[in-house]
């Protein structure tokens, strides 16, 4: 045995990735893990409690991540950059994981156990929201702050997308300064 509960959460979030939640086994998930199921079941009761464990600790993972970076010195530009920025490395570091949940949040319903993927999106949209109500009470920026994070998520998700799906290299430090910038200065009419 190579492991444990960690082997298994890397294992299953690698073939849950591949291969979506209807698709995976518990006899995939223990192989890959280089576990027998008596001791993936020491951890998880089910294939659906160990994917409620993967999800929780993803959105855990990704808000924690970005409650750090929204508490972070300097202008509010420079703040939403180091939002936007932590979020891309965090895919990059871990692409695997991205995949999983991108996988996940778009498999058609009953497919996949119940998670509320709105309720943890909102926890992410309230936060960059806080930080850009902060620019609107300081005079910096105008507008609906729950809107623009909205809009600056929805940016963010295309690069992330396009980096998975497509292969480019839309996670840098100027992609993230360039969604800030179009979200703070809006677009120019020529």
């Known amino acids: 045995m190579r492991g444990g509960r960690e082997a298994i959460l890397n294992a299953a979030i690698e073939v849950f990735a591949r291969q979506g939640y209807a698709g995976s086994s518990i006899r995939a998930i223990c192989q890959a893990a280089g576990v027998t199921k008596p001791v993936l079941y020491y951890y998880f009761r089910s294939k659906e409690h160990l994917y409620q464990e993967l999800m929780i600790d993803c959105f855990s993972l990704s808000l924690k991540t970005l409650l750090r970076a929204s508490k972070s010195a300097g202008s509010l530009r420079q703040r939403l950059v180091r939002i936007v920025w932590d979020e ?103």
């Not at 949209?125 to 109500?133: D, H, K, L, M, S």
């Not at 799906?165 to 179009?182: F, H, P, Q």
């Open 88 to 190: 891309f490395r965090s895919v990059k570091k871990a692409p695997t994981r991205a995949q999983f949940l991108l996988r996940m949040i778009f498999s058609p319903e009953g497919r996949r156990p119940y998670f509320d993927y709105i309720q943890e999106s909102e926890r992410q949209r309230q936060t960059i929201a806080g930080v850009i109500q902060e620019g609107i009470d300081a005079g910096k920026i105008r507008g609906n702050a729950g809107l623009l994070a909205t809009a600056l998520m929805g940016m963010d998700l295309m690069a992330i997308l396009e980096s998975i799906l497509v292969g480019r290299a839309t996670l840098t430090l100027r992609a993230a300064e360039r969604n800030v910038d179009l979200l703070l200065n809006g677009c120019t009419v020529a």
